[in-house]
């Protein structure tokens, strides 16, 4: 069974600063990964989605990275503003069949501190 | 281009009561999934519909059911609700499997 696991669960960082959120998962045969944002109360929103053959997708200061073989994916945010405060969350899709959900993490919730 | 749209926004039921959640997918997505969200358990898979076609269920009771009209909307039922049924429902649209998921901005139902 596919699990997903997100470390930290919180983390405060100054404003500026170049942070890195982890995100692993058990299983390395998935068909690709997406990262969300979520705030508050609110639905979640797609930053970036990478596929199973990519080893890194960007948008702005967002940039993913994918190392299937070790069960890994990371979200570099550079140069943290105020407003990048949200829960982060990943979540795997285990194959294209249809016949699978989304498995999500619990989410690391930032703050970025003015 | 529209998002997926969820209505309503806020619900607040009793218990034992029965409750219906919308949900509008993008233009001509045509699969739509959806999940519950608690502070304990984070976010757990539903049910997703493919033209009119349940293909997937989470494990959850029968008490939660779900069904897709021939537009692609698609609407859950939760019958006799209980307190832990407290949740943020959030529906996902696709144009198929493998090419990301849109979210909607929930519906927070809460049962008193």
């Known amino acids: 069974k596919q699990e997903v696991t997100q470390i930290p669960a919180a983390l405060s960082v100054p404003e500026g600063e170049n942070l890195v959120l982890n995100c692993s998962f058990t299983?390395?045969?998935?068909?690709?990964l997406q990262w969300f944002r979520q705030d508050p109360g609110k639905g979640l929103t797609s930053l970036l989605l990478?596929?199973?053959?990519?080893r890194e997708q960007t948008s702005g200061r967002l940039n993913a990275s994918l190392d299937k073989s070790s069960g890994r994916s990371t979200l570099y945010i550079a140069a943290s503003q105020p407003g990048d405060s949200a829960t982060y969350l990943c979540?795997?899709?285990?194959?294209?069949?249809?016949?699978?959900?989304?498995?999500f993490g619990k989410g690391t919730r930032l703050s970025v501190i003015a | 281009k529209a998002g997926v749209t969820q209505t309503p926004r806020y619900l607040i039921k009793t218990r034992g009561q029965q409750v219906t959640l919308s949900c509008s997918p993008i233009?001509?997505?045509?699969?739509v999934s959806w999940y519950q969200q608690t502070p304990g358990q984070g976010l757990q898979f539903l049910f997703e519909?493919?033209?009119?076609?349940?293909?997937n269920k989470g494990n959850f009771p029968g008490r939660f059911s779900g069904r897709q009209f021939s537009n692609s909307r698609s609407e859950m039922n939760v019958s006799t609700l209980e307190l832990g049924d407290s949740a943020l429902y959030l529906c996902?649209?696709?144009?198929?499997?493998?090419?990301?998921?849109?979210f909607g901005s929930g519906t927070r139902l809460t049962v008193v």
């Open positions: 519909y493919f033209s009119e076609t349940q293909r």
């Open positions: 233009s001509g997505h045509r699969s």
């Open positions: 299983d390395s045969a998935i068909y690709n």
């Open positions: 990478i596929q199973s053959s990519q």
């Open positions: 979540a795997v899709l285990i194959s294209n069949s249809g016949n699978t959900p989304l498995v």
């Open positions: 996902a649209s696709s144009l198929g499997q493998g090419v990301g998921y849109t």
